[in-house]
């Protein structure tokens, strides 16, 4: 019981590292007031560019850097249309969601001729995982063994760095300048503009932020969890991920936890599969999945505490006329 | 502005900005003594505001030189005002909420990458310049949680925190109670002590007499006049802002109320947070009177109208209107109640009274548009539209008379008369009217008075909620003041005065008797 429970949490680690980044990422544009449905597609594009790039270059250092060019540069025509064209920021959004799943199973083709797919990466063009010291050493230790060896040692490196990106966060929101300008310009613009702040470029940082943490987590899935790039491999990550912004109120570590808990979600669901419930009998693993939606939409209507949202999101910035 | 000999600390030189088709400032001169506050006074739309936002680096001036303590300044973006040592007060804060009134101070002027020290320091210089200026306030109180009156003085502390020399502060006293006001008067002076120069932008003649040394009024986007507020009163001003006589009271004989039209017992309202807006209100409107609703905005008046018009249903109490007895099970929706002869101008036009893309004579028929009058058998009979819409503008003097205009096109007087026309050719019992005046120059204000009077006086009963003390002593027969969603007092409109209201409106009364009257 304990083996099968220490198994699933690392599962759910492994499935929470993209939504982590991808919260993280939306977490900073959402507080500068551009929302971001197109988390989704960043992700997607980030993945095929990181697996591509890979495949060509055998590294997955270099798949890495692809995949955050590709995706800062999504963010950034996401924040040309919404901050300084004042589009629609969904629109927008869902603009980029839609070209990338063509454009990516489209260049895959054209690339690579499998199928949309990119070849599968093998040895140094694959991010892989990390044991730790004595890891093998200590397995057989009861309890600490299992956790130490299963839990926290044998993820690759990215999944570190996620986890290691939220403290980082906190800081930069709640500890700095950039952090506090931020906040500002989420709620009150206005406030920002007359203190002497470009409202553009503090928003534009942002998406930067946004984009290279999509990035990660586009890369993490198609050169670290994976091993090469799969038509809309992103399933709907970036959509959940931003379901875990609002269930953690836009503060990075609620945010962490929400994470960890459609992974563990997710990770049970994954267990479940086939498996004969007594009495109930087999649980479709949709009903598991479809548990994230559920729950934000109950927070959203008030039933989990209240969330509220940067109180300029989503509004295009205009100097009022006096 | 290091040793400058220059006895201005602003002086601007033929400024003119247009927007479009609109010349919103034409060659604007102005010197403004350092060391003294100024007035700038005019209509709404008068170019006042466009004015300082140039000055404040918000626009450019199209033409025209800016001097700050005589040196001729380039002013392209707010961070140059804020360089030349000039601050705004806007009329609508720009404060963050959500944010504390520290971190709102050091907003844009951190003083470091880090916050920590540019907090620390921010904590100290704020404490220093609240004794100075007498500005108390608590730095770590979140801002959303204090009075407007205190949120009003984070303002002010942030200019100062950022060195301003200059002041400007735009409609200060919108939001302000009387008491409010005064007491920023209060600070505007220990400032102008400490030798900051002080710029008020306002429409109200009170304010100006009150609290500047030099006062300018503007009129259509020029500069008409410069005065020594000393040497001036309210009604030279005034007739300067308008360019003609105009009369401060309303004309009106003693009311003659007779049978009770409406009659309203503890009305109660819950909004969607379950907090009650609305307190157990009891009133009674009779025929041919005018009955006066005081008090801060944000204190039930919207609710309240809001109740009586049907457009939120009540959660406690009875209205006796025409028959009906109106209460939480027996409800009556909007259009329900015009057809009990219940007429309403809502308190924004924009929002509920106009569908701004709406021709003007489309606009003219909203919420009576299923009457017999305007439809044929099928469909709606435009020329009858047409034909009463053009009557109207006749009589209530629309400018421009033409019923094609889209009613955003029509200047916030005339789009206000076409609402009050709307209601008011209606012949209903009540006529509920909320902020008749608002963002309305003062010809047409003149205007609608006459109108809402000549309604009196032929019996019906007339329920006028504004912020405006002033049109609210002006026109009211009896004023009901509310606080906090309840009636706190009542009071023969004869005896009313403002310091009186004023107090009533804080719900201070009883306390500043006990306190010995201090304001």
């Known amino acids: ?322 | 502005m290091n040793n400058t000999t220059s006895p201005y600390a602003i002086e601007l030189r033929d400024i003119s900005k247009r927007f479009g088709a609109v010349q919103a400032n034409k060659d604007i001169c102005l010197q403004v003594p350092a060391g003294t506050v100024h007035g700038i006074i005019g209509e709404n739309g008068a170019g006042k505001s466009t004015l300082m936002s140039i000055i404040y680096g918000f626009y450019e001036a199209d033409t025209g030189d800016i001097e700050v303590g005589g040196e001729l300044v380039n002013i392209r973006t707010s961070e140059d005002a804020i360089r030349f040592g000039i601050g705004m007060v806007h009329q609508h804060f720009m404060l963050v909420e959500n944010f504390t009134v520290l971190e709102n101070v050091v907003l844009g002027a951190e003083g470091g990458a880090m916050l920590k020290g540019g907090l620390d320091a921010a904590r100290k210089e704020l404490k220093r310049l609240e004794q100075e200026y007498n500005l108390d306030v608590d730095v770590d109180a979140v801002v959303e949680d204090l009075p407007v009156g205190l949120q009003q003085r984070v303002e002010i502390l942030k200019a100062l925190y950022r060195g301003a020399k200059i002041l400007i502060l735009d409609e200060p006293t919108g939001v302000l109670t009387p008491q409010e006001a005064d007491h920023l008067f209060r600070i505007l002076k220990s400032l102008k002590e400490q030798g900051v120069t002080v710029m008020i932008i306002t429409h109200k003649l009170r304010e100006i007499m009150a609290s500047t040394d030099n006062v300018s009024v503007m009129r259509q986007g020029q500069m008409v006049a410069h005065r020594v507020t000393a040497e001036t009163d309210k009604e030279e001003l005034a007739e300067l802002m308008v360019g003609k006589k105009v009369r401060l009271v309303v004309d009106k004989e003693e009311a003659q109320p007779t049978n009770v039209a409406l009659s309203a017992k503890n009305l109660s309202w819950f909004d969607e947070q379950g907090v009650k807006r609305l307190k157990d209100v009891s009133l009674e409107l009779k025929a041919g009177e005018i009955v006066g609703i005081a008090g801060v905005s944000g204190n039930g008046q919207s609710e309240l109208l809001n109740a009586l018009s049907g457009i939120t249903p009540l959660s406690d109490g009875e209205i006796h209107f025409n028959g009906e007895v109106i209460t939480a099970k027996n409800k009556k929706n909007a259009s329900q109640m015009r057809d009990l002869k219940m007429a309403h101008v809502p308190e924004d036009r924009h929002k509920m009274g106009l569908v701004t893309g709406f021709e003007a004579y489309e606009a003219a028929i909203l919420g009576y548009h299923n009457s017999e009058a305007y439809n044929g058998k099928i469909l709606l009979d435009r020329k009858a539209m047409l034909d009463e819409c053009n009557e109207r503008m006749q009589k209530w003097d629309v400018r421009p008379a033409d019923p094609f205009l889209k009613t955003a096109n029509f200047s916030g007087g005339n789009q206000q008369k076409i609402v009050i026309a709307r209601e008011v050719e209606q012949n209903p019992d009540v006529l509920l009217i909320g902020q008749p005046t608002r963002g309305v120059d003062i010809g047409a204000i003149e205007n609608i008075h006459e109108e809402i009077v000549k309604l009196r006086d032929s019996g019906k009963a007339i329920l006028l909620v504004s912020v405006e003390l002033d049109e609210i002593m002006a026109l009211s027969d009896r004023i009901i003041v509310m606080f906090d969603g309840a009636v706190v007092g009542e009071i023969d409109a004869k005896d009313a005065d403002e310091r009186t209201l004023g107090l009533m409106m804080a719900n201070a009364l009883n306390e500043e008797e006990t306190a010995g009257g201090q304001a």
């Open chain 1, 1 to 322: 019981m304990f083996e099968t429970l220490i198994l699933i949490l690392d599962a759910t680690l492994r499935v929470s590292t993209p939504l982590i980044l991808a919260a993280l990422a939306g977490l900073f544009a959402e507080r500068s007031g551009i929302v971001d449905i197109g988390l989704e597609g960043k992700i997607l594009g980030a993945a095929f560019a990181a697996a591509a790039a890979a495949a060509v270059f055998g590294s997955a250092w270099i798949g890495l850097l692809f995949a955050i060019i590709a995706s800062v540069a999504l963010a950034l025509i996401h924040g040309f249309a919404c901050i300084t064209h004042r589009g629609d920021h969904i629109v927008s959004g869902v603009a980029i969601n839609t070209i990338v799943a063509g454009l990516t199973v489209t260049l895959g083709l054209d690339w690579f001729s499998q199928g949309g797919q990119t070849p599968a990466l093998t040895g140094d063009a694959r991010f892989t995982s990390i044991t730790f010291p004595f890891a093998d050493a200590l397995a057989d230790v009861p309890v600490i063994g299992l956790i130490y060896s299963e839990l926290l040692s044998g993820h690759n490196i990215l999944v570190y760095l996620a986890f290691a990106i939220v403290p980082f966060a906190v800081w930069i929101i709640y500890k700095t300048r950039f952090g506090l300008r931020l906040r500002a310009v989420g709620e009150n613009p206005h406030a920002v503009d007359t203190a002497g702040i470009s409202v553009a470029f503090i928003r534009y940082r942002a998406m930067i932020i946004c984009g290279i943490l999509c990035g990660l987590a586009g890369a993490y899935l198609s050169t670290a969890h994976n091993a090469g790039f799969l038509k809309d491999m992103s399933a709907g990550k970036g959509y959940i991920a931003l379901a875990a912004l609002i269930f953690g109120k836009w503060r990075p570590v609620p945010v962490m936890f929400a994470c960890l808990l459609f992974g563990f979600l997710d990770a049970v669901a994954v267990r479940m599969q086939g498996v004969q419930v007594p009495g109930i009998g087999e649980v479709p693993v949709q009903a598991i999945e479809v548990l994230p939606y559920v729950l934000t939409v109950l927070l959203l209507a008030g039933f989990i505490g209240k969330a509220v949202a940067p109180k300029a999101v989503g509004r295009p910035y205009v100097k009022e006329r006096g």
